[in-house]
């Protein structure tokens, strides 16, 4: 018997339906385990990102430094190299490059890290170098840490006690609540950002961090308020803390990539059913 149009049509719509609903699960997929970003197009996103890192405004320099974390390549890497031992006239950018080197973990490039640590004129720069130190090979940074004391400023002392926490070592918080309450302005707000990113998890795990906070990563904190935390930390076994703490990073960091990918996602689609 021959369908009558209406039932024609109503499977008709079932059909494109269901053929836009294959295609907006594929698209999704594509976009949560496909790099889709210019950086991770190959060639042409790692040309794209020389050419950043080569713009004569630093604030390009920096992000094209950033962006490199997140999808490594070694002609950017080789680049900033380049820039960390003197190519790069703007400390601001060093700093970047450094920093991403050291997020980057790749242990080639010590070396480049070590002599910032060693001849860079910015202190800003070298403390950024000794926390990449610490995160690319935490036993070399330990033993320059241990052998650099005759040349060592505040901005050293503040890096290797911002490596150490990194490294989950509580040792030498007692120099990072001086320098959080020091008279130099740039070093109290590294210090407190420090504090924050890194002793803030340890209170937390323990229920020790004052609820009603509102302090963020952007602000320096007031002396009263070093005095708190550090009253808190007296009271408790942080270095305990952190150890058990560090036995769950790698996990955090799978969970922290899924967020990215799901973000990326959900903005690729976004994009795909709104954009121009």
Request: proline share 4%; net charge neutral; aromatic share 8%.
């Amino acid at each position: 018997m021959e369908l009558g149009i209406s039932e024609k049509i109503t499977r008709m719509k079932k059909w494109m339906l269901g053929i836009a609903g294959v295609l907006v699960v594929g698209v999704l997929l594509a976009i949560v385990f496909i790099d889709q970003t210019p950086a991770g197009r190959g060639y042409q996103g790692r040309d794209a990102l020389l050419r950043q890192m080569r713009s004569p405004n630093r604030e390009e320099r920096k992000q094209a430094a950033w962006a490199a974390i997140e999808y490594p390549n070694q002609a950017l890497e080789e680049f900033m190299v380049r820039g960390v031992l003197g190519d790069e006239p703007e400390a601001n950018v060093r700093e970047a490059y450094v920093y991403a080197l050291g997020n980057l973990g790749d242990r080639r490039h010590f070396a480049a890290i070590e002599t910032a640590i060693d001849t860079d004129p910015s202190g800003f720069v070298r403390a950024s170098a000794w926390l990449a130190a610490a995160r690319v090979d935490p036993r070399h940074f330990r033993t320059l840490a241990e052998t650099r004391t005759e040349t060592q400023t505040p901005w050293d002392r503040l890096g290797i006690a911002q490596g150490l926490l990194c490294l989950g070592d509580v040792r030498d918080l007692d120099e990072l609540f001086r320098q959080a309450r020091g008279d130099d302005e740039a070093r109290r707000y590294i210090a407190s950002r420090v504090l924050y990113k890194w002793l803030r998890p340890l209170l937390d795990a323990a229920g020790c961090w004052p609820a009603e906070s509102d302090v963020t990563s952007a602000r320096i904190w007031p002396p009263e308020f070093i005095d708190e935390i550090e009253k808190r930390c007296a009271g408790l076994d942080l270095q305990a803390i952190a150890d058990d703490t560090r036995r769950h990073d790698a996990a955090a960091a799978r969970v922290r990539r899924y967020v990215m990918r799901i973000t990326r996602a959900r903005e690729g689609l976004v994009s795909l059913l709104f954009g121009e």
